[in-house]
């Protein structure tokens, strides 16, 4: 049962938007970052929702590494491709551009890819996949990130968590969106792990001797430090096939990096050789596919809806009443948040009443007493 305090979507909105223009993003810009983080929130994706609001990005903008005003320079454009600069900017303003080049290339030759380099933390890929998928469009999208996974049979963090998200438009009232990372969890887990005082599962992150590490606020001191590894998906080792989630975290990796001449690997560290703080200059990559280019896209929706529907109406393990598609529970999750809101827990009230206080905004939140 839940027991944090629910914020009601409209006022948080406005109050992220507010927060936003007060440290700089223009206003349409802070909106539309707002959105993003709020669309965590209604699919139940908390580890990348309103609790990263301050930690990665407003800390981010008053450390002088993430620029509040986003310059998207086009380097270069062709007929379906767009490779673009963000120049440290805000990652969902750039994606937001990049992605809207991609659909309407889509629309008008069939496919359309954009490539951004320069870039910041974009948020849920999955609003970005999400976004054509609305449009009747496949959506793929991924973005490279901080040093968090171990190659298979390695034990320092190489690789980001490096999510490859797609989205395909259905008959349903939602659609398929696969959106994970390529890790066996990821940092913003973990990050809400420790901001609830939850153990990390044993299992999901190795220390430098191979070992697994429980403890959450140490494993993002030493994830930072280098002294511990995220797994990749599959897990430690070839057992459980880790080298898959390695390979495709490559997958993303490459992408992210060598299409747009982006910064990868041990580049997007976020610290300069003395250690000093410096942008992460992340890459990312949109795709997007026009199903009308090749059967229709009313064909296309009906049968992706009859694959997932004979997929949950396949027998059921003992003791299970139901089988799940990708971007059913977030659907679910939705209907039951957008009159409610998003719970908010202790630590991020908290910080919601100070960055409040401390830029004079005219808030009185509902979880004040």
């Given at each position: 049962?839940?027991?944090?305090?629910?914020?009601?979507?409209?006022?948080l909105?406005?109050?992220?938007?507010?927060?936003?223009?007060a440290?700089?993003?223009?206003?349409?810009?802070?909106?539309?970052c707002?959105?993003?983080?709020?669309?965590?929130?209604?699919?139940?994706?908390?580890?990348?929702?309103?609790?990263?609001?301050?930690?990665?990005?407003?800390?981010?903008?008053?450390?002088?590494?993430?620029?509040?005003?986003?310059?998207?320079?086009?380097?270069?454009?062709?007929?379906?491709?767009?490779?673009?600069?963000?120049?440290?900017?805000?990652?969902?303003?750039?994606?937001?551009?990049?992605?809207?080049?991609?659909?309407?290339?889509?629309?008008?030759?069939?496919?359309?890819?954009?490539?951004?380099?320069?870039?910041?933390?974009?948020?849920?890929?999955?609003?970005?996949?999400?976004?054509?998928?609305?449009?009747?469009?496949?959506?793929?999208?991924?973005?490279?990130?901080r040093?968090?996974?171990?190659?298979?049979?390695?034990?320092?963090?190489?690789?980001?968590?490096?999510?490859?998200?797609?989205?395909?438009?259905?008959?349903?009232?939602?659609?398929?969106?696969?959106?994970?990372?390529?890790?066996?969890?990821?940092?913003?887990?973990?990050?809400?792990?420790?901001?609830?005082?939850?153990?990390?599962?044993?299992?999901?992150v190795i220390?430098?001797?191979?070992?697994?590490?429980?403890?959450?606020?140490?494993?993002?001191?030493?994830?930072?430090?280098?002294?511990?590894?995220?797994?990749?998906?599959?897990?430690?080792?070839?057992?459980?096939?880790?080298?898959?989630?390695?390979?495709?975290?490559?997958?993303?990796?490459?992408?992210?990096?060598?299409?747009?001449?982006?910064?990868?690997l041990?580049?997007?560290?976020?610290?300069?050789?003395n250690?000093?703080?410096?942008?992460?200059?992340?890459?990312?990559?949109?795709?997007?596919?026009?199903?009308?280019?090749?059967?229709?896209?009313?064909?296309?929706?009906?049968?992706?809806?009859?694959?997932?529907?004979?997929?949950?109406?396949?027998?059921?393990?003992?003791?299970?009443?139901?089988?799940?598609?990708?971007?059913?529970?977030?659907?679910?999750?939705?209907?039951?948040?957008?009159d409610?809101?998003?719970?908010?827990?202790?630590?991020?009230?908290?910080?919601?009443?100070?960055?409040?206080?401390?830029?004079?905004?005219?808030?009185?939140?509902?979880?004040?007493?």
């Open positions: 049962m839940e027991t944090r305090p629910y914020f009601d979507f409209e006022t909105g406005n109050f992220l938007t507010d927060a936003f223009v440290y700089g993003v223009p206003r349409k810009d802070a909106a539309l707002a959105d993003v983080l709020m669309e965590s929130d209604r699919r139940g994706i908390e580890s990348h929702g309103v609790n990263r609001f301050k930690p990665i990005y407003i800390d981010r903008i008053e450390a002088g590494i993430q620029n509040p005003v986003t310059n998207f320079e086009i380097i270069k454009e062709g007929p379906t491709t767009l490779v673009a600069d963000a120049h440290d900017g805000m990652g969902m303003v750039a994606s937001k551009k990049a992605m809207g080049a991609a659909i309407e290339k889509a629309k008008k030759y069939g496919m359309g890819m954009s490539v951004v380099r320069n870039s910041t933390h974009y948020g849920i890929a999955g609003y970005w996949a999400t976004m054509a998928s609305n449009e009747g469009l496949i959506g793929i999208t991924g973005t490279n990130a040093p968090s996974i171990a190659p298979t049979f390695g034990v320092e963090n190489m690789l980001g968590t490096n999510p490859l998200t797609v989205a395909f438009p259905t008959d349903e009232p939602f659609p398929f969106c696969i959106d994970c990372a390529t890790s066996i969890t990821q940092r913003g887990k973990i990050e809400y792990f420790a901001r609830s005082g939850k153990d990390t599962p044993s299992g999901m220390d430098r001797q191979g070992n697994p590490e429980t403890d959450s606020k140490q494993i993002l001191v030493d994830l930072t430090q280098g002294h511990a590894a995220l797994a990749p998906l599959g897990g430690i080792g070839e057992e459980l096939a880790g080298y898959k989630g390695y390979g495709y975290a490559t997958v993303v990796e490459v992408l992210s990096a060598a299409l747009q001449a982006g910064s990868f041990k580049q997007l560290t976020g610290v300069d050789e250690g000093n703080k410096q942008p992460y200059h992340l890459g990312h990559f949109f795709i997007a596919i026009d199903p009308e280019a090749f059967v229709g896209l009313e064909s296309f929706r009906h049968t992706c809806g009859e694959i997932l529907r004979e997929l949950r109406a396949s027998k059921k393990a003992l003791g299970h009443d139901h089988i799940y598609t990708a971007g059913e529970k977030e659907y679910l999750v939705y209907l039951d948040r957008k409610k809101g998003a719970p908010i827990n202790a630590a991020v009230q908290k910080e919601f009443i100070a960055i409040r206080d401390k830029k004079n905004l005219p808030y009185k939140f509902p979880f004040e007493v």
